[in-house]
């Protein structure tokens, strides 16, 4: 069996809101691979973002908190990190492979920036990269609206190179065989 574990990055009360695309969908499949993980043993370990003191999502003010509706559970680890990618100088990369975990389930926030690097560095660090649908969002930007964006990312540049982009039901298979 491959050891799997679920990483749900920068899902932080700041920037996890209805302005997201598809929000309802995206806090729906995030709660249940949270609670399958749990349920299955598989790892949850959470990532947050700090962008520097004197900046909104920074260590100390209220949108640094981790999403409620995803909170971590008792014992449950979190990294922070200063950059887009969650393997640079975060302790992550070294506790994972400590582990032993080869499959990651890369859940979170934004599809454009820290999913983006998350995907490509843990396919770069040798990691089975896997996307379920819906479980990554984002917000519009001058160039695409965030349905857009998404689609770009889950459909066109991830899968089938960086990491397979997957139904939840795959996802929730692949956790309860681990």
């Excluded at 574990?5 to 695309?21: C, G, M």
């Excluded at 999403?67 to 200063?82: H, I, L, M, N, T």
Aim: with cysteine; aromatic share 12%; hydrophobic share 40%.
């Amino acid at each position: 069996m491959t050891k799997t574990a679920l990483l749900v990055i920068d899902a932080q009360e700041l920037i996890t809101n209805d302005k997201l695309y598809a929000f309802n969908r995206y806090t729906q499949n995030v709660c249940a691979l949270i609670a399958a993980a749990r349920e299955n043993g598989v790892e949850v370990v959470y990532v947050r973002h700090d962008d520097g003191e004197g900046k909104p999502l920074s260590k100390g003010n209220a949108g640094y908190d981790i999403y409620s509706g995803f909170a971590p559970a008792a014992g449950e680890r979190v990294f922070d990190k200063y950059v887009n990618s969650p393997f640079r100088d975060s302790g992550l990369l070294g506790y994972l492979l400590e582990k032993g975990v080869k499959r990651l389930v890369v859940t979170g926030l934004q599809t454009d920036y820290c999913i983006d690097a998350t995907v490509k560095c843990g396919f770069e660090r040798g990691f089975e990269m896997i996307v379920p649908e819906y479980c990554n969002s984002t917000f519009d930007n001058v160039f695409m609206t965030a349905e857009q964006t998404y689609r770009y990312y889950n459909d066109f540049i991830w899968q089938n190179r960086y990491a397979r982009c997957v139904k939840m039901a795959e996802v929730l298979d692949m956790i309860r065989s681990k």
